[in-house]
């Protein structure tokens, strides 16, 4: 009941607010759908989620997990058909979403900030595709059929022509190992829509996000977008496809979305509100990315859901995190041959560092012989790292290595005493 009366008064607020937009995200309607398409899908996504539940991930230290992600542009008309930069800017959102990067964090109410978590996922356009072959991780379709966006009204025998060639739309890469964004015009009818995480088992090749085209990416002032327009569905709609859940249900039920953090709430939430909020009588978190509060008024997982997508990530999508579909990503050189100098050489007692520029991040430095034995190892920085020590080192050649983001230079020097 609660729930039918929540519904209802979803459609009230579309209509009263006069908002005949398509619908903020319809991944509920999608996975109903999909309980009625494929007999057991419930079944198997309770276990999928219930097994979830059951996984206290570690979200201490590790490595930053990147997820290669491609994106199937399907269009009718031109302008459906979006730019390059159009798509990057979708990249740089996520990037600075799911990292805590984003620059609307410090709007974040003081009770919230303590839980808001960078969950240590990345995204990049693909540089090769499943065939090995590099690649720009973006597939241009046009298609002759109008609103192919539209998965649940465009169908042929009950299918979605968009995730399929041969229907009209294009096919998925490899979805065990890409995350596949569709991006097409729906027509006014949703902005984002991601399934459950069962259909991995039931219909792997519609496995990926779908998106209208006009929210795709950082669409700056955008009127037209507005006021979905700053890229954020796809941080909501990911956020699905890494096993997340609408916080919203019956108050006094259980957690809808099986995330402790998360407070629970009767509704979801539009528009920008003003804190505090509360729909069942706790201060809520109407600024969740899987809110559906404007682009921007939303700026936070928590550290409960980056453990729950962490767990994704290790269970049932282990695939996307062994995947080399970003393998020839690195990133441009950060310096030159000319970059860094030794002096004197030959050298003494003291082997001084100059770096003519500031390098980012960590630099791996390693000193061997000429026999190749390691002398010298240690993590150190541009700004501070000047010298090592050669009061032990006998006269010889030896050889400086300088490594950081994944570039390496290596010096050679003489010590002669
Ligand atoms: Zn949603």
Redesign the pocket.
Known sequence: MRKLLSSIFFILILSLTGNTQAT?????WLRETHEQRFPGFQEQNAVIEQNLSHTTYNTGQRSVITIPVVVHIVYYEENEDISDLQIQSQIEVLNEDFRLLNENVNGIPAEFQPLAADTEIEFCLASLDPEGRPTTGINRVQTTYECLGDIGGVKVNGTSRLFYSELGGTDGWDTEHYLNIWVANSCGVYI???PSLAVMDFAPEEDGIVIDYKYFGNNCNSSEASPYHLGRTAT??I??FLG???PWGDCDGEDPDFVEDTPIQAEPFFGCPSYPQGTCGISEMYMNF?N?TDDACMAMFTHGQKARMLSVLNGPRSGLTESVGCALLDPPLPFGEDAIGLYPNPATNCIHIDFNAEIPGDIDVEMVNAAGQVLYRNIESSRNFRSIDAINLSNGIYFISFRAAKQTITKKIMIAK
Do not use: P, V
């Not at 903020?24 to 509920?28: L, N, S, V």
């Open positions: 903020r995200c319809a991944h509920d984002g829509i991601t909501h709609e956020g699905h997340l859940r609408h899987m559906y």
